[in-house]
T-cell receptor, first 114, second 111 residues
């Protein structure tokens, strides 16, 4: 069975540009969460979507937005990129929106801002 | 809000036992998870605790005390491949029941 897949794996952008990152959850999983992980730190929560609705939002500026599609895949969009946005962006999926289910992570998209 | 604290780095010897501590302060609590993350890779799920006590899973065990806001991950019979970062994460009870991760503990296993 395929795990969580993310694309692209690596991306280089310059300041002021925008970027779209994509995530496909494990088949049957309806919840997708996005995290930003800066080198040497734990992942920081950005968004959670469940059944195509936003269920949670972390402490990130409005330049960050996301959506979930009818097939439960998701996109994370970041506008007006800053140098500080350079990080590993992780997508995680769970079957439901709550409970004791662990999140399953994709390999991430490494975003570098020049 | 949530605050999770873990030691930044630990070193242990192959074959030994190591305990990685995690303390948390939360406004809500719906479970504590431990993840392993090798450098350049995605976090992988290790264990879950929602009730007080010890959960054992092979060489790995995790303990939780909700009254103390404390958990630990115990790794036995350490192997070189256990060298990784170990992330403690709390699932809160807020809207969306999201995960809040600690900074991670980087464990180095030496021969």
């Amino acid at each position: 069975d395929a795990g969580v897949t993310q694309s692209p794996t690596h991306l280089i952008k310059t300041r002021g540009q925008h970027v779209t990152l994509r995530c496909s959850p494990i088949s049957g999983h309806k919840s997708v969460s996005w995290y930003q992980q800066v080198l040497g730190q734990g992942p920081q929560f950005i968004f959670q979507y469940y059944e195509k609705e936003e269920r949670g939002r972390g402490n990130f500026p409005d330049r960050f937005s996301a959506r979930q599609f009818p097939n439960y895949s998701s996109e994370l969009n970041v506008n007006a990129l800053l140098l500080g946005d350079s990080a590993l962006y992780l997508c995680a999926s769970t079957q439901g929106g709550s409970g004791n289910q662990p999140q399953h992570f994709g390999d991430g998209t490494r975003l570098s801002i020049l | 809000g949530q605050n999770i604290d873990q030691p930044t780095e630990m070193t242990a010897t192959e074959g030994a036992i190591v305990q990685i501590n995690c303390t948390y302060q939360t406004s809500g609590f719906n479970g504590l998870f431990w993840y392993q993350q090798h450098a350049g890779e995605a976090p992988t799920f290790l264990s879950y605790n929602v009730l007080d006590g010890l959960e054992e899973k092979g060489r790995f065990s995790s303990f939780l005390s909700r009254s103390k806001g404390y958990s630990y991950l115990l790794l036995k019979e350490l192997q070189m491949k256990d060298s990784a970062s170990y992330l403690c994460a709390v699932r809160d009870r807020g809207y969306g029941q999201n995960f809040v991760f600690g900074p991670g503990t980087r464990l180095s296993v030496l021969p």
